[in-house]
């Protein structure tokens, strides 16, 4: 499938939809796996190229992502994709390695407490693994993106020092991996903690790609973006109609919403590639499968210049 989207002009910006992975993960009915499909199926339509897909974790962690190689096998990808999978241990690399991917998203905390909670080991106990766990996916010719949760704070031990997250960025960059994702997992982000995480790790891992991940549960997400693009950040994940959190992180709430973040970013003159009226109907097959209202806005109020009928619109008369 290739996509119809027209290429707007701008600066070159990519946004990672991770609606079918961290979206997904936090829906406790299960999503039957040819629903999962067609959803990716219609963000891939819309031109979105970076889809972070599913996860290989423990089906009895997250059974909602028990269906993850049926999932990838299933989708269409169209020219140009960017297909991404979260991994947390050794065992999740080999399955990574036996399917179509071109990237897997490790994941371990900034904070002790929720490396524990997430994947029941210490973060060294993680980044141990992780030799074994890079060198699988070399052999596989799979790239990594190093994930870092909780990155700019922590539901069970408050803050996590900008310090700590460059320490694991730099472990990655040693690693070799391509990218480091920060990933704010319970929304705890705020503009100055962006920019100190960002600082630092441009201090400590010079060179080493920076991905930025928002949730938005206090209502900061676009404006963390924004000095994500101050700072010259230019890969941002956000989730369809803004789904997601952490099931393993109290307070978890969605992701920035992909259409509210596109919307922003066509808006600010960056070329996302992406056709903002397909990804609205993306974002109501979503709302229409997951079976309740999403949080995002631009789902419900449609683009800026969509045009309302006066004749439908009451009128205040004197
Ligand atoms: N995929 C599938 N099964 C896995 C697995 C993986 N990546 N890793 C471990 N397992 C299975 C083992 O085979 C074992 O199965 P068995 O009991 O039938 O023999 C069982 O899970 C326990 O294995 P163990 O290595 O002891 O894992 P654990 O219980 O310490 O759990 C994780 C560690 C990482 C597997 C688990 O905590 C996990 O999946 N966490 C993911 C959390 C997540 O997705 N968070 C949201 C995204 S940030
Ligand atoms: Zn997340």
Redesign the pocket.
Known sequence: MSSTAPVPEGRPITVCEVGP??GF?NEKTFIPTEKKIEIANALFASGLRHMQVT????????PQ?ADAEDVLAGIDRPDGAWVTA????L??AE?AANCALDAVHT?VSASETHNLK????PIDQSLTEFEAVFDRLKTAGIAVEG?I?TAFGCPFEGVVPAEQVARIARRYQELGAESVSL?D?TGMATPLTVRAAVRAIRDAAPGLDIHLHFHNTRGVGLACVMTGLAEGVTHYDAAVGGLGG???AAGATGNICTEDLVYLLQESGYATGVDLDRLIDAALLAQSVIGRELPGQVIKSGPRLKRHDPELTTTAAG
Do not use: I
């Open positions: 992975r961290d993960q996860s290989f974790v423990s089906p009895r962690a997250v992502l979260l991994v947390p241990n065992r999740g399955r994941v997430n994947v029941n080991r994930g949760a990933g997992t952490c099931p393993f």
